[in-house]
């Protein structure tokens, strides 16, 4: 009978001191968190730190108004166990500021609970013919003025029907209509604004915007006695085109308070209107 000899395999001592490591690293954070958590659940909240992102330069919310919202709901964590406290019900409540955009609230092992708040981005103040006042944020939500703080954003006013009560504006694209009529005039001012917004020399210049009776918008601006008559805000990057181009090879020539009207609804041309007593009309085409 032939008796079959078996090898002795080697044993591979690195990978195996390898694997225990990881063991121990594994068994060690388990054991820290296990006692993390049960010192914290004897830990108080000795602090509260809010911090409020103010990188566009907006102050619509103060920490004195956050602290006071906190107390006025009954919410204020200091003094209470961290276990105790509910995260997600802070957030939430800070959340319903209309200025917030996001909060975020998380607890340290030393007992401070922090606040870290953005704030909402508006980028264009609309005037209804209401008279009633609210921004239009980034996000394109309705956001309702402070009476501690103005933000220094365009302004929109006129025959402008949208209330505040909207919420937020309709999903359109202005850029698929022929007509003003085929869309909310509250729509095209966001749209107009947006690309204003993204222009740093059409955003210093274009200081107000008008809805007339025949719901065109109009522009005015800061340097120059002229208004411009855009029509609807379809085609913002030709019609803007067109108005840089008269800027250079027109009102740098005859001067910038010459025209009173300067209007870009015509397709290729730029329509003026002479600033005297005697209107007459000049044609700036465009190839």
Same mark, same amino acid.
């Given at each position: 009978?032939?008796?079959?000899?078996?090898?002795?395999?080697?044993?591979?001592?690195? @990978?195996? =001191?390898?694997?225990?490591?990881?063991?121990?690293?594994?068994?060690?954070?388990?054991?820290?968190?296990?006692?993390?958590?049960?010192?914290?659940?004897?830990?108080?909240?000795?602090?509260?730190?809010?911090?409020?992102?103010?990188? *566009?330069?907006?102050?619509?919310?103060?920490?004195?108004? $956050?602290?006071?919202?906190?107390?006025?709901?009954?919410?204020?964590?200091?003094?209470?166990?961290? !276990?105790?406290? !509910?995260?997600?019900?802070?957030?939430?409540?800070?959340?319903?500021?209309?200025?917030?955009?996001?909060?975020? $609230?998380?607890?340290?092992?030393?007992?401070?609970?922090?606040?870290?708040?953005?704030? @909402?981005?508006?980028?264009?103040?609309?005037?209804?013919?209401?008279?009633?006042?609210?921004? /239009?944020?980034?996000?394109?939500?309705?956001?309702?003025?402070?009476? !501690?703080?103005?933000?220094?954003?365009?302004?929109?006013? =006129?025959?402008?029907? *949208?209330? #505040?009560?909207?919420?937020?504006?309709?999903?359109? !694209?202005?850029?698929?209509?022929?007509?003003?009529?085929?869309?909310?005039? /509250?729509?095209?001012? #966001?749209?107009?604004?947006?690309?204003?917004?993204?222009?740093?020399?059409?955003?210093?210049?274009?200081?107000?915007?008008?809805?007339?009776?025949?719901?065109?918008?109009?522009? /005015?601006?800061?340097?120059?006695?002229? +208004?411009?008559?855009? =029509?609807?805000?379809?085609?913002?990057?030709?019609?803007?085109? +067109?108005?840089?181009?008269?800027?250079?090879?027109?009102?740098?020539?005859?001067?910038?308070?010459?025209?009173?009207? /300067?209007?870009?609804?015509?397709?290729?041309?730029?329509?003026?209107?002479?600033?005297?007593?005697?209107?007459?009309?000049?044609?700036?085409?465009?190839?």
């Amino acid at each position: 009978m032939r008796i079959k000899k078996f090898k002795q395999q080697k044993i591979n001592w690195k @990978r195996l =001191g390898f694997v225990f490591g990881w063991i121990i690293c594994l068994s060690t954070l388990i054991a820290t968190l296990g006692f993390v958590g049960k010192e914290k659940s004897n830990i108080k909240c000795k602090s509260l730190a809010v911090h409020i992102s103010d990188e *566009n330069g907006n102050e619509f919310i103060t920490k004195t108004d $956050v602290l006071d919202l906190l107390s006025s709901k009954g919410k204020q964590p200091i003094g209470k166990r961290l !276990n105790d406290i !509910n995260i997600g019900m802070l957030e939430k409540l800070i959340n319903s500021n209309p200025f917030v955009a996001n909060a975020e $609230v998380f607890s340290t092992i030393d007992g401070e609970v922090n606040i870290d708040i953005s704030q @909402r981005v508006p980028i264009i103040m609309i005037i209804n013919n209401n008279d009633e006042h609210f921004y /239009i944020d980034d996000q394109g939500e309705f956001m309702p003025v402070s009476q !501690n703080y103005t933000a220094h954003v365009i302004v929109a006013n =006129g025959n402008i029907f *949208n209330g #505040y009560a909207e919420k937020r504006i309709p999903k359109c !694209n202005s850029e698929t209509v022929d007509s003003i009529s085929q869309i909310q005039i /509250i729509s095209q001012l #966001y749209d107009l604004a947006c690309f204003i917004n993204k222009d740093p020399f059409w955003n210093a210049q274009i200081e107000q915007i008008y809805v007339n009776e025949q719901s065109e918008i109009e522009l /005015i601006t800061r340097i120059g006695n002229h +208004r411009i008559i855009l =029509g609807n805000a379809s085609q913002l990057d030709e019609k803007f085109k +067109r108005l840089m181009i008269f800027y250079k090879q027109g009102l740098n020539i005859t001067g910038w308070n010459n025209y009173s009207v /300067i209007n870009l609804k015509y397709k290729n041309q730029v329509v003026c209107t002479k600033n005297i007593t005697n209107i007459s009309k000049n044609e700036f085409k465009q190839n």
